[in-house]
């Protein structure tokens, strides 16, 4: 099948049971799942637009044989339900927009889908039917925005208005307004730190370029200017962001929202169609076909036949409190390519290697972020975090989601319950106080960014109490390890956790290997976890597993996990851990690390399979080591 039609053909297989769930005279989708914390007005919306923009890209795109029908039906029970849910008299009204309202987000999708298939969706409609949508949109002027990238939503309403004769003399002034404070988010690089959230995370990919691009090409002829700038920081970012998928396709889980799954891959298409990537088309088709449908071939549909919130299978837990059932949805931003015309290179040129299929891997360092993107020589990636940080309203989303030192593809990480008091231990060093209150890093500055090493700074703590241990750590990595340093002092009595990486496990079968300063667990498929401790402050082994049903889910990949955990005494004052954490499925590779030596500022570690590993960094402290002889990994 030709890649142009595979695409059309996905996106029409997302549409199939959407399509039996529509019903005449309604202006919402009854899909199955949870409630989010807006209200159902602004639920029935979001299960209306979502599809709505999915329906916009496979309309506007060149039919297959024999789907006129199909087409016709969907086209027809959108518009309808256009006309009734903007109708103010009608039992399906919408309602109207209202500050900081979640209609604001959906409108602006809707006005886009408009936009993008207007011989589908908005011409065919009558002169008082579209005076009547308007009226509706119109209800989005003046109402007060999140200072994030939720600004671009009154800049794509107020442009659609514009564009469809409805315009208001104070509309340019506030489009002017609202971009002139999305550019001041731009951190350089093609990097935007969201607003309020003051993360760097997927939300780069399917917000700010996503409705950069796009504002560009359907509006950027009225500011040229402004247009060259958001194209030429959409080439700078996917320069960066190409390392973040794996061979497989997949990329690490990270941030917010991952339930939008292949939404990740939004700005790819809109770049080709803009001309402004320096990436191969091949490259680029190959990054987002190989991510659809690494998705697409996972259990992720829920009985009705329709995306369930989850990431690789269906877990509700997943989502975030302003999600409900039509969320996962978002993901219809994945299927921009087929705005390009079948004959665009995109489509008919030979597909080209990832970087992440290059031999031996590769590092790329992302100064702007505070992120090093990492090729492992099995294909997978891995993100190290010096610099998205956990803002104070990021914590009711799940500190998890920006807290660890390493995201990776095939490894996953863990949430932990209740989400915004908890702090899950895999991929991180936290410290546990003698009132059960539980920190991990909250604000994060990288210091050090290499190929080879980076360095940040932070706090384990928080404003109630007063609760404060600074902390410095550096990671180096080697193949699938990371050998971190973590110097702290503790100006409190605490308790600290330092976790591997967190094992996803299918069922509660697991092998759980112990020495003295190394713990291991092996699942049934050959996947493992590992975590050696190789000084410091003086610590035990402990395990942090969900291996029955009786506990709640918490892994992001898969029901059950198993992550090693070494913990110290309760203890106060300055002090330092160096460890060494690894995963993935060569058992060889997998044995422990022997310390050599351990100079200040100098240490050598030897491998039985990997080799001698020399590390010089001004943060080692004099080690000597211990001649303790470590069990094999069998």
């Given at each position: 099948?030709?890649?142009?039609?595979?695409?059309?053909?996905?996106?029409?297989?997302?549409?199939?049971?959407?399509?039996?769930?529509?019903?005449?005279?309604?202006?919402?989708?009854?899909?199955?799942?949870?409630?989010?914390?807006?209200?159902?007005?602004?639920?029935?919306?979001?299960?209306?637009?979502?599809?709505?923009?999915?329906?916009?890209?496979?309309?506007?795109?060149?039919?297959?044989?024999?789907?006129?029908?199909f087409?016709?039906?969907?086209?027809?029970?959108?518009?309808?339900?256009?006309?009734?849910?903007?109708?103010?008299?009608?039992?399906?009204?919408?309602?109207?927009?209202?500050?900081?309202?979640?209609?604001?987000?959906?409108?602006?999708?809707?006005?886009?889908?408009?936009?993008?298939?207007?011989?589908?969706?908005?011409?065919?409609?009558?002169?008082?039917?579209?005076?009547?949508?308007?009226?509706?949109?119109?209800?989005?002027?003046?109402g007060?925005?999140?200072?994030?990238?939720?600004?671009?939503?009154?800049?794509?309403?107020?442009?659609?208005?514009?564009?469809?004769?409805?315009?208001?003399?104070?509309?340019?002034?506030?489009?002017?307004?609202?971009?002139?404070?999305?550019?001041?988010?731009?951190?350089?690089?093609?990097?935007?730190?969201?607003?309020?959230?003051?993360?760097?995370?997927?939300?780069?990919?399917?917000?700010?370029?996503?409705?950069?691009?796009?504002?560009?090409?359907?509006?950027?002829?009225?500011?040229?200017v402004?247009?060259?700038?958001?194209?030429?920081?959409?080439r700078?970012?996917?320069?960066?962001?190409?390392h973040?998928?794996?061979?497989?396709?997949?990329?690490?889980?990270?941030?917010?929202?991952i339930?939008?799954?292949?939404?990740?891959?939004?700005?790819?298409?809109?770049?080709?169609?803009?001309?402004?990537?320096?990436?191969?088309?091949?490259?680029?088709?190959?990054?987002?076909?190989?991510?659809?449908?690494?998705?697409?071939?996972?259990?992720?549909?829920?009985?009705?036949?329709?995306?369930?919130?989850?990431?690789?299978?269906?877990?509700?837990?997943?989502v975030?409190?302003?999600?409900c059932?039509?969320?996962?949805?978002?993901?219809?931003?994945?299927?921009?390519?087929?705005?390009?015309?079948?004959?665009?290179?995109?489509?008919?040129?030979?597909?080209?290697?990832?970087?992440?299929?290059?031999?031996g891997?590769?590092?790329?360092?992302?100064?702007?972020?505070?992120?090093?993107?990492?090729?492992?020589?099995?294909?997978?990636?891995?993100?190290?975090?010096?610099?998205?940080?956990?803002?104070?309203?990021?914590?009711?989303?799940?500190?998890?989601?920006?807290?660890?030192?390493?995201?990776?593809?095939?490894?996953g990480?863990?949430y932990?319950?209740?989400?915004?008091s908890?702090?899950?231990?895999?991929?991180?060093?936290?410290?546990?106080?003698?009132?059960?209150r539980?920190?991990?890093?909250?604000?994060?500055?990288?210091?050090?960014?290499?190929?080879?090493?980076?360095?940040?700074?932070?706090?384990?703590?928080?404003?109630?109490?007063?609760?404060?241990t600074?902390?410095?750590?550096?990671?180096?990595?080697?193949?699938?390890?990371l050998?971190?340093?973590?110097?702290?002092e503790?100006?409190?009595?605490?308790?600290?956790?330092?976790?591997?990486?967190?094992l996803p496990?299918?069922?509660?079968?697991?092998?759980?290997?112990?020495?003295?300063?190394?713990?291991?667990?092996w699942?049934?498929?050959?996947?493992?976890?590992?975590?050696?401790?190789?000084?410091?402050?003086?610590?035990?082994?402990?395990?942090?597993?969900?291996?029955?049903?009786v506990?709640?889910?918490?892994?992001v990949?898969?029901?059950?996990?198993?992550?090693?955990?070494?913990?110290?005494?309760?203890?106060?004052?300055?002090?330092?851990?160096?460890?060494?954490?690894?995963?993935?499925?060569?058992?060889?590779?997998?044995?422990?690390?022997?310390?050599?030596?351990?100079?200040?500022?100098?240490?050598?570690?030897?491998?039985?399979?990997?080799?001698?590993?020399?590390?010089?960094?001004?943060?080692?402290?004099?080690?000597?080591?211990q001649?303790?002889?470590?069990?094999?990994?069998?």
């Amino acid at each position: 099948m030709k890649p142009y039609d595979h695409w059309r053909d996905q996106a029409r297989r997302l549409l199939e049971p959407l399509a039996v769930l529509m019903r005449p005279g309604r202006a919402d989708l009854p899909l199955a799942g949870r409630a989010s914390d807006h209200d159902a007005q602004a639920d029935r919306l979001e299960s209306f637009a979502r599809p709505l923009f999915l329906a916009a890209l496979y309309l506007q795109s060149e039919p297959e044989p024999g789907a006129g029908a199909f087409r016709e039906k969907i086209a027809a029970w959108f518009r309808a339900g256009l006309i009734l849910g903007a109708d103010p008299a009608s039992s399906e009204s919408w309602g109207p927009d209202a500050s900081y309202h979640q209609h604001h987000v959906e409108m602006g999708l809707m006005a886009l889908a408009l936009q993008l298939a207007p011989a589908q969706l908005w011409t065919p409609l009558d002169a008082d039917e579209r005076a009547c949508v308007a009226a509706w949109f119109a209800t989005a002027r003046g109402g007060g925005i999140v200072n994030n990238n939720h600004l671009f939503m009154s800049v794509h309403i107020l442009e659609f208005l514009g564009a469809a004769g409805h315009a208001h003399r104070t509309d340019r002034a506030v489009i002017t307004a609202h971009l002139d404070q999305l550019e001041t988010m731009h951190r350089g690089g093609g990097w935007f730190e969201d607003g309020i959230n003051q993360a760097f995370d997927h939300y780069n990919a399917y917000a700010f370029h996503f409705y950069g691009l796009l504002w560009a090409h359907l509006h950027g002829d009225r500011e040229p200017v402004r247009a060259t700038r958001w194209r030429a920081w959409a080439r700078l970012f996917l320069a960066d962001y190409q390392h973040f998928f794996a061979a497989s396709g997949e990329h690490p889980a990270f941030g917010r929202s991952i339930t939008y799954r292949f939404n990740a891959i939004a700005p790819f298409g809109l770049a080709a169609l803009a001309d402004c990537a320096d990436l191969p088309p091949g490259r680029m088709r190959r990054l987002c076909t190989r991510n659809l449908d690494f998705f697409l071939s996972k259990p992720i549909a829920t009985m009705q036949g329709c995306l369930a919130a989850g990431f690789t299978d269906v877990w509700p837990d997943i989502v975030e409190p302003y999600s409900c059932a039509a969320s996962p949805y978002w993901c219809a931003k994945g299927f921009t390519p087929l705005l390009l015309p079948s004959d665009h290179p995109f489509w008919t040129v030979e597909e080209a290697p990832l970087p992440s299929e290059a031999p031996g891997g590769f590092v790329r360092v992302m100064r702007v972020p505070g992120l090093i993107a990492r090729g492992l020589p099995d294909g997978e990636v891995e993100l190290l975090n010096a610099g998205s940080m956990v803002s104070s309203t990021q914590l009711r989303y799940g500190p998890w989601k920006w807290s660890k030192l390493s995201y990776r593809t095939g490894a996953g990480f863990c949430y932990a319950f209740p989400e915004g008091s908890c702090w899950s231990p895999d991929g991180a060093l936290l410290q546990t106080l003698d009132d059960g209150r539980v920190f991990g890093r909250h604000s994060t500055v990288a210091v050090e960014l290499a190929d080879d090493h980076l360095g940040f700074a932070c706090n384990l703590g928080f404003k109630t109490g007063q609760v404060n241990t600074a902390v410095e750590t550096f990671v180096f990595w080697r193949q699938g390890w990371l050998f971190q340093l973590h110097r702290y002092e503790a100006r409190q009595p605490v308790v600290l956790r330092l976790g591997g990486f967190a094992l996803p496990l299918a069922d509660g079968n697991v092998r759980l290997d112990e020495a003295e300063d190394y713990i291991a667990a092996w699942s049934s498929d050959g996947r493992a976890t590992a975590l050696q401790v190789l000084g410091g402050t003086p610590a035990e082994a402990r395990w942090d597993n969900r291996l029955s049903a009786v506990e709640p889910r918490r892994h992001v990949l898969a029901p059950f996990h198993a992550t090693p955990v070494f913990q110290t005494a309760r203890h106060a004052g300055p002090g330092w851990i160096a460890a060494l954490s690894w995963t993935g499925r060569d058992r060889a590779a997998a044995r422990p690390w022997r310390l050599l030596s351990g100079d200040e500022g100098h240490w050598r570690l030897d491998h039985p399979e990997l080799g001698a590993w020399e590390i010089d960094h001004w943060s080692l402290p004099m080690h000597a080591p211990q001649p303790v002889e470590l069990a094999p990994v069998l």
